[in-house]
Nanobody
Framework: QVQLVESGGDSVQAGDSLRVSCAAS????????MGWYRQAPGKERELVAS???????NYADSVKGRFTISRDNAKNTLYLQMNSLKPEDTAVYYC????????????????WGKGTLVTVSL
């Protein structure tokens, strides 16, 4: 059984940096695509960043140049480094496991974490 546990969410100021983590068990993260979604209050869950099984990363336009997705295969952990945070980055961030080697749409996700809250204030 796949389990994804996020951590690292916090309340920060605009311009700060933060790294959130996703520890996986029951699955080797480099075998499939993994990703980070976020959901702000009153908004739909959106894909922020994904990394394919062979390490190719893709980002939403809103976070390009500020966020970096990475993974530590030895620790079986996925990360999202967030720099130059903005108030509009405030959301619950969810770790997601893809059902294949790429993750582009919500239908590609077959396992979710419970999320970690990131709050960015001015």
């Amino acid at each position: 059984q796949v389990q994804l546990v996020e951590s690292g969410g916090d309340s920060v100021q605009a311009g700060d940096s933060l790294r959130v983590s996703c520890a996986a068990s029951g699955h080797i993260i480099c075998v499939s695509a993994m990703g980070w979604y976020r959901q702000a209050p009153g908004k739909e869950r959106e894909l922020v960043a994904s990394i394919s099984h062979d390490g190719i990363a893709n980002y939403a336009d809103s976070v390009k140049g500020r966020f970096t997705i990475s993974r530590d295969n030895a620790k079986n952990t996925l990360y999202l480094q967030m720099n130059s945070l903005k108030p509009e980055d405030t959301a619950v961030y969810y770790c997601a496991k893809g059902d294949s080697t790429v993750l582009r749409r919500r239908n590609d996700v077959d396992s979710w974490g419970k999320g970690t809250l990131v709050t960015v204030s001015l």
